[in-house]
Nanobody, 123 residues
Framework: VQLQASGGGLVQAGGSLRLSCAAS????????VGWFRQAPGKEREFVAA????????VYADSVKGRFAISRDNAKNTLYLQMNSLKPEDTAVYYC?????????????????WGQGTLVTVSS
């Protein structure tokens, strides 16, 4: 599976952005996928994940109620809708996929990674 993230940019606090992650490969629909982020000087952290079928999602407490993860298996695409953005959401956002349909929050459980897209939230 190859992943290509896009949709990052500069937005003011309180604004919204939608990230997309285009996947190649025939196993996308059976793979759990997730979003992670890494701010300067910090470790990569979990943001959200979704099962292969798309029926179950999980979020980090810091984004719960503001972000929404979804997928379109017909289009081999993963999304992250980000609302009510805060300056502390500033980071490079990565999409990741794993072999298997169940999601995990630890980066080490993911086998494939996109290149990242930068999100900057100004105050």
């Amino acid at each position: 599976v190859q992943l290509q993230a896009s949709g990052g940019g500069l937005v003011q606090a309180g604004g919204s952005l939608r990230l997309s992650c285009a996947a190649s490969g025939r196993t996308f629909s059976s793979s759990a996928v997730g979003w992670f982020r890494q701010a300067p000087g910090k470790e990569r952290e979990f943001v959200a994940a979704i099962t292969g079928s798309g029926t179950s999602t999980v979020y980090a407490d810091s984004v719960k109620g503001r972000f929404a993860i979804s997928r379109d298996n017909a289009k081999n695409t993963l999304y992250l809708q980000m609302n009510s953005l805060k300056p502390e959401d500033t980071a490079v956002y990565y999409c990741a996929a794993r072999r298997g349909s169940a999601y995990y929050s630890a980066p080490l459980n993911y086998d494939y990674w996109g290149q990242g897209t930068l999100v900057t939230v100004s105050s």
